[in-house]
């Protein structure tokens, strides 16, 4: 089934550079770009966006770090989009992603690991939403 879901190119893989680097194999990976800005996150946006986290221990973290300095953020699409890009960029824990994956080239630790990615229909349907107006998207 073709589907659509977000990705967020987070602020340390921003600083580091590797946003050209990232993009390129992402779109080589048969991914197709329907969305794309750059943006700097409030810490309320954060809070909002990674609501489902709010009783984790790392939420405060987290939140604070979404919104240290600009992100990328995009919609992809692709049959059977959702699954297949998380499997695409590796583990949340870099250290445990597969070699050769966005976020074990890339990432520096759990928190900082490059890329975020949307983990259901449901989800990357509202992440899409707090993103994207309709006209955004091509
Ligand atoms: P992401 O895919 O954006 O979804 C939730 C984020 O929370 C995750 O990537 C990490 O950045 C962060 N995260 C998940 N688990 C932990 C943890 N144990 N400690 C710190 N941050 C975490």
Not at 9 to 35: F, L, Q, T
């Amino acid at each position: 089934m073709l589907e659509q879901t977000l990705t967020i190119i987070k602020p340390e893989c921003v600083e580091n550079k590797h946003i050209g680097e990232v993009i390129s194999r992402i779109e080589k990976a048969g991914y197709r770009i329907r969305g794309m800005k750059m943006l700097t996150l409030s810490r309320r946006d954060a809070e909002i966006f990674y609501q489902v986290h709010r009783e984790r221990p790392f939420y405060g973290e987290l939140t604070e770090y979404m919104s240290s300095g600009p992100v990328v953020v995009m919609v992809l699409e692709k049959e059977n989009c959702i699954a297949d890009f998380r499997r695409f960029i590796g583990a949340t824990n870099p250290a445990e992603a597969e070699q050769g994956t966005i976020r074990a080239d890339f990432g520096m630790d759990i928190q900082r690991n490059c890329v975020h990615a949307s983990d259901s229909p449901e989800n990357a349907v509202r992440e899409i939403r707090f993103f994207f107006a309709q006209r955004e998207l091509v």
